[in-house]
Structures are given as structure tokens and as C-alpha cells.
């Protein structure tokens, strides 16, 4: 991932009115993590489980922040609870950036199982989401992303593949 | 040792305008009939409600918050203690009802009711105020002390199983929501909930267009 791409990314952040991200270190994001860690704009969460993220993001939006969730889909699955009870029960927005293990341009086979639910899941618990497939369309999925979240008042997702995040 | 007890010497210690993060179990009901507020906010998840505390927390530092949690929803969220640490946020008090049992669940024991002990685990994962109390003298002092400091506080109260005769709780989930981000839109003086995107159009490519802010809704 390289400064162009981090750029992109934590700018179409910020212009699409986010202002909390909380993320699990994760090799296909790392640059990206440092790159938010830094910036003055964003209050940065780094997390220790990515369900704990589901319920600080929550609390933050309810006073008054504007979040997104940085993970991979492992800590999505890991997550599907806190997603289903506390934001789609309870009327909680969240806009989820969720790395694609698994996804098109995968090349290890251990991700292959994690790739092959993510969509599944995503569309059982009826969370809208879009594929992240090139740098230069992120910055208006991300705006999209976000509003669409913030009036739905339910999450919506982005899949980031791994082509998007090099 | 009992919560309800703890509880009643609680109240009158907090603030009208604090807010506080409960759990889903008993501590819900017996915290909504003793303090009957739209400042208290129920979390749905088990587990989740001292991560929820904590954004809370961070998104509103000059509020204190104080998450009412018990030890079978602490442990499925361990991680969220030394998160808590990391963070370290000086309005933020944690108090853990620890009755060993995950009592709404049959009242099968918690790894508390053996060896696990939540405040040493507490303070192993860096919070440095994590005190454990099994006497109502000392939950009143640690209490107090906790909400006086402008330091995190981690209190966990040692408590016998068992949940007051109290009124069941009518509001759900969306409810509790509304309630509670209307009545921080009164005490803040801003619009929360996002009926519009905090952005109402992107700037344009070519950035001759900027972005156009969305007009706030009125605060009801």
C-alpha cells in the first residue's frame, strides 16, 4: 500500500464527514492504520478484538462522532453479533471497511474459506454493500458509503480487495 | 452483598447529566427503576457494553460516563480492558457486578466463581485504579473516590446472585437509541441522530465544485 493510496483513502474519509476510525492491525493496512493514526482530523481507536470495535464505534457515534470500522472479513465474521444486536437492532449506523481475504486477487489458500462466506453473510444479515475494486473509485464509495449509513441509520459495508489496497 | 443495594448507594451519587452504559441483565432493570432517565443507555450485546462506555466516553470527554457491567458479559470482552487501558479515559468509570454466575443464563458459575479474579485481570491490563470490593462500605468509598477522580476506574463488586422484585423494563433497543441521543442533543445544543448525511453532496473531481454541507436538522 503506498502513500498515494493512504492518501486517497483517509482523505475520502474525512470529506465524506468521518471523523472516529477504529482498527485492528492487519499487514494489508498497515501503512494506512499509521497514515489515520497520524492525522489530526480522526480520533484513531487501535483495537484488541474487532467485535469491541462493533460497541466503540457505537458509543462514539452516539455522542455525536461520525465512525468507521477498519478490519479484515475474519473480524467481520468475528463481529456479526454485535452488528446484528446492537447496530441493526438498534438503529446504530457504522461504516465498515472491510479488507477481502479471499476475495478476487487472493493468492494464499488459507484465506479461500473466509473469502468464500463474506458475501453470504453480508447479504443474510441485510447490509448493503459494495465492491472496493480500484483506487481511483474509492474516494466517491467511501462518500456514498457513509451517507448511505448515516440515513439508513444501518451498517453498510465496503469490500476493499487486495489489488485496492496495494 | 447485594447489587440492588450497591445500586441504591449509586444513585444518589450520580449526576443528572451522566450518562450510563448498562448491560442487558439484571443490572438493566434494577439501574432503570432506581434511576429512571433518558441519560442511561441499555447495550443489547452481551459483552459489549464496556466498549460502547468507552466510545461513549471518548466521544464526549467533558461527560462522565459509567458503564454498569457484570462478570459473565466482562469476559466475553476481555479485550475491551486493555483498550480501555490503552485509552485511559479520565471520565470513564467501570463498575463490574461480579455475582459468578451468569445468572439470565440459569445461573451456571463464571470462571470468576473459580480461579479468575476481573480486577487483578483489570490491572494486569493496565488499568492501574482497578479495585475489587466485597463489602457496601467499600463499594460507597471506591465509588466515590472513582467518580471523583478524573482518572479511569475499574470497581468490581463482589455481589450475591439475585435480582430485585422491580418493574420490567418496557423500551427496546431503538427506543432506548432515540431517547437517549435526543436527550444529549438538549444538553449538548446539537443535532446527533443522522436523518442527513453530515455531507450533502461531494466536491466534484476537478475540485472547481466543493463539498456542500448538509443543513442540520432542528433539535426537537
Sequence with gaps: ?166 | MKRYDCLKLLAPLVGKDDLVVTNLGGVRVEWNALRPSDANYNVFTLGLCSSVGLGLALALPHRRVIVLDSDGSLLLNLPSLTTIADQSPGNLVHIVFDNKAYESAAGGPTHTANRADLARIGQGAGIKNAVRVDFLEDFQSAVEHALAAKEVFLVVARVEIGTAAVPPDPYDAMEVKYRFMRHLEKVEGRPLVTLRPPVARRAAPDSATPAVPSSPDPIP
Design chain 1, 1 to 166: 500500500m503506498d502513500e498515494v493510496a493512504t492518501d486517497v483513502i483517509t482523505d475520502a474519509l474525512v470529506n465524506a464527514g468521518v471523523d472516529f476510525v477504529a482498527s485492528l492491525p492487519e499487514g494489508n493496512f498497515q501503512p494506512l492504520i499509521g497514515r489515520i493514526h497520524a492525522d489530526p482530523r480522526l480520533t484513531h481507536v487501535p483495537l484488541a478484538r474487532e467485535e469491541e470495535g462493533v460497541g466503540i464505534c457505537a458509543g462514539a457515534y452516539l455522542g455525536g462522532k461520525r465512525p468507521a470500522l477498519l478490519i479484515m472479513n475474519a473480524g467481520f465474521l468475528d463481529s456479526t453479533n454485535a452488528l446484528a444486536t446492537t447496530n441493526l437492532m438498534g438503529g446504530i449506523p457504522l461504516l465498515l471497511l472491510i479488507g477481502y481475504s479471499g476475495g478476487f486477487s487472493e493468492f494464499l489458500w488459507m484465506h479461500s474459506q473466509i473469502g468464500a462466506v463474506t458475501e453470504p453473510v453480508l447479504r443474510a444479515m441485510g447490509i448493503v454493500y459494495e465492491h472496493a475494486d480500484k483506487l481511483s473509485d474509492v474516494e466517491a464509495q467511501i462518500f456514498d458509503a457513509h451517507m448511505l449509513t448515516s440515513i439508513t441509520m444501518r451498517p453498510v459495508a465496503l469490500l476493499l480487495n487486495k489489488e485496492c489496497l496495494r
